[in-house]
């Protein structure tokens, strides 16, 4: 298939959809983004990349490190962690309080706030202040390249404007569900999402989770077959919030979206994508991302159903 | 791969499971069954078929019901559909009125009960007094058996007992998002979950989701490549009621459960798959049933992530 | 104090508010009222009456009648009512499911609709068919007044729109709080709100609770001391579904509103109310009746705070 | 009546139920007090005093504080202060954050903690740094004594266990419904709960409520009779949190409750009460406190009703 040729149809036909959704706001450092832009990565199993776009733009990961701090929380605690974070889809927005409460601080999914939250925690169990240098080393392997950091002013914008995402750590604490100090965990926690990358590093990063857990450029094993599809059905179920079924309606991969406009996606046992525009539809997804993975698995029939 | 063998380790490996789990209690007529049942077939798209256990007795197939009707009416309007019912996850169990309340009365997806009862009540726009006689006949060209037909005391035993579901349909009614007479709906609601099947049965019925929507053993088409492919990723997010993630995260394949002990699954491109035996697990789903496609997945690698 | 005076002044102010509002119009019977409506009528203790406005107008009195069915069913229960209906405002509409699901079937109190139909079900637990003929009866001897009846097209009209109701009673009885036939109770539950009065009448119905449970102008005990006490704290607390805070807050006064446009309530030891507009706030409390009784306590101080 | 024979009754019938209910034991410093106590004055509105019991043991106030600040703002903004809280009851527990996401932080009264913390935010944006010494000096001036003050220890044990708390400030926050710093608020309000008073010291300070809002005793105007009216309002419809309707059911007064153990409330127009004993019931209420209420009012007949 010309996946080239796939990628610039896309480009023409997400044009009209520029005015469409919005920016997110609640951060001030990510309002100011220019909401024009969009990239799009392709990374086969045999390292062949197609890219269309601002490639070479990196933007803020956001929720797409969660599938990092997930991968590596599993690969540490096996199904011990399941006590302190579901697998189930929560059917509410990203930052919902209210399950959390009805259910006693037990985050639903570990790609909801919360959950995410816990799973950082977690890591901070194990390695205190070394945790988002580990993180960080986690994806620089995954993806190959010792070049990614963390944008600070990201980092700062969120730890000024974290209210909820402090509302949801102090909750669980009071449900004896967050182990460290608050500060630490939620440090950690702003500093991974503040991580940023382009599309092809993004699409570098995740592409063991298309080839049962190891990165096939590298051959470094990052988590072993069964717990690499298991992260993929939770992509898939509830990788995009309280959107996660319509994503696997109209798109039909695994897939993880984040505020800063990001979504990374995987065709099992053939290719990782990454796809990049800024405005977000209403339950916080790259609206033009989500659209050119729904045109990509329509004219491919690579849908995993 | 031998399957035969892998359908007897199966059958081993479940038999200490038999004391856990319980019966569905709250329709009578199915209260009275024989937990200590077991039974799986597998149908391949070439027709080749493997059974084990108790493969000739029919059982009630309940909420799998759903799957048909939905088919039914995907096919009958399309897009449409989706201003009367939704298709994300609801995080609930089966038959929540929250989430119906919160959202005026609108589903959240079609294999929850009031979402089948919306998806029932179109099909009733379209075929009047024909309607249930139009669902049996679609499940028995599906599974090319015309001796497929309802078990009347169960029947009578849900409209005696069906409370709950009288509740939603009213408050869907009251919502504005029931067309026709309640008793009707219901009615046919009710007969359509009545309907009974063997595994082998229920495994050929649903091979055309296995095929891009046409039953390979008879050519015929039942409904497009696409909409097969979105039924299907309803299943794997929607199938399980407030167990869906579970059964994704675990199993990996589409599939649906039903409170009479049967739950079918598909592996794209290559088999269906039914299993049964009465025993519900807290979430309403078979324990073995379960079970058993969980030991399948791990041993044959045929999960779809 | 010259009572009066004071209604003439209230006539006067509510004036301007003749615009605002909305009739209820989910049942067409009520929705085809003139508006434009106002009367109130005060009863002392020795049976000195004042009136202004359309006093000889009958209306629906809807859910004033759950003061009557509630003080009946205390009579006859006493503490073992409270097994199948609490005393706890809800913070919820008139017709909420959630609370009730979250609850098991038992409803909050006995002033919001789940709450009123459980107490007409003890009732037909006791009276069986002469049930509702029982609470009609109880009705005009607490008002002295043997014309008392029910409007047959506003009960017709309630029974063809009452899904809501139905939904709820539906919801109860899958819990097992519904001992008697549905359709009984539903009949009964819309003939006890179809009953209509007039603001002289229903003033006359209330006063026994302004005096110990004795209606003064005829010494007829309807119900012991202790509880009508309870019935009045439970109208303050709960009188006007999620706005009885509001009414406490504003009017201080107990009080018990209809979708009919009626309020009554009572001054302790010395009189009874009753206003009536048809035009209700979004809370479905009549509007300017609920003004007409905040000036009449502004004015007179008689607030029982 | 003689009030000090009422209140020996009383304390021999509440002997039996020393061995109910529970302690706070949420914050160490008051997991630790010794449950088995009980005082109870009276104080009526020309200064007689009855006391029973351990009257002059000082205890935390705790949410019998948010009374004061309640006080203190509605004097300060009047009608302006509803747009940021609320005056209806919540159904729900003091620390719940459900309804606070489903009404987008606006706390539905101020007597449960959203609530209070909202209203000491208020108290911060007139005061500043001098709120903390503003609540205690309207304390003392209520109860003219001027040696009331807080206990650092439970201060502190508050500050180091408020997760819930600071859960639901940030929440609010994230809403725009805290204008000043998250530490200052927080410290603020946990200063005025740590306030210790005994029983009587707590009834003369609630004094004024009895009294259209004036001491009669100093004859201190400390706010106006309409406000007054609905503080009481208030008290009686969300005083004691999702037992609030049953506290008015059964006892029949305005009254506040916290979880260190003491209880006010008033019969207006006659005197205020306080009474005190650990133990809580599952709503966090004193136990003993609200039985010997409810004793005290079948007794004098004194409820409002």
Redesign the interface.
Known sequence: MNYQNILQEIEEEIQPLYKKGQIANYIPALAKINPKQFAMSIKLLDGTTYNIGNTNTKFSIQSISKVFTFTLALELYGRKLYKRV???????PFN????L??ENGIP??PFINAGAIVTTDTLLSKYKDKSFDNILDFIRIAANDSTISFDKEVYNSELEHG??N???I??M??YKNINNE?SDVIQTYFKQCSIEMNTEQLANSILFLANHGINPLTNEILINE?K???I???M???GHY?????F???V?L?GKSGVGGGIVAIV?NKMSICVYSPNLNKQGNSLIGTKALELFT?KTGL???
């Open positions: 579901g697998h189930e889809p929560s059917g509410d919902s309080l209210v399950q409460e009805y639903r999914n209210f909820m402090l509302a949801l102090n909750m604490k009071s608050i069964a690499a599809k298991r993929n059905s939770l898939l179920t509830c309280d959107a996660s079924g319509d696997a309606y109209k039909g695994p099992p329509s849908s995993i159903f």
